[in-house]
């Protein structure tokens, strides 16, 4: 094997012993596939776009960064610095979700209702307006990030781990 493919198969189990950012992922798309279900429950809707859509229940962004903050709690302790900066990022990322966010959302709404016969040059399509998130859809993504990370740290740790434990990566 050559110095170019060691380093990055070694570059690739560094990234699949990474933990926090798994279980902050994983909890980020689960939220999303969440979205999926309650589109079904609530709507009565198969609509596989909302996966790719933002905005919705749950916020994937706060169970990204929620889970990822918990997760870094996990693993360095909850009394450790980086994890008062994960936890302060997660609360900007949260609260710009439900008002910067939520708000430009309302804004291009409301822009969307006017004639397009105001405007110089009609638009090519309605603004987006699924952009941010309401309050309890922030709450449900906030919690359902350590719900997920933290379960995930303490009985699998990183996916490497969990792959040497399967046999499919020897350590």
């Not at 012993?17 to 429950?41: P, T």
């Not at 909302?50 to 870094?72: D, K, Q, R, Y």
């Not at 936890?87 to 004639?115: E, H, K």
């Amino acid at each position: 094997m050559s110095f170019a493919n060691t380093l990055s198969y070694s570059s690739f189990l560094e990234l699949l012993d990474n933990g926090v950012l798994a279980w902050g992922l994983a909890a980020c798309g689960l939220a999303q596939l969440s979205k999926l279900i309650f589109e079904l429950i609530f709507y009565q809707q198969w609509r596989p776009s909302v996966l790719f859509e933002t905005g919705g229940m749950p916020s994937s962004h706060s169970a990204l960064v929620t889970g990822t903050a918990s997760a870094i709690g996990f693993q360095v302790g909850f009394s450790d610095p980086i994890f008062a900066l994960a936890s302060t990022i997660a609360f900007i990322v949260m609260y710009d979700a439900s008002g910067i966010r939520r708000a430009a959302g309302l804004t291009a709404a409301r822009l969307n209702q006017l004639p397009s016969d105001n405007w110089p040059i009609k638009p090519e399509a309605p603004l987006k307006e699924s952009l941010g998130h309401t309050r309890k859809e922030v709450l449900v993504g906030s919690l359902l990030g350590p719900a997920i990370a933290l379960p995930g740290m303490f009985f699998i740790g990183s996916p490497l781990h969990f792959f040497e434990l399967l046999g499919l990566i020897q350590g």
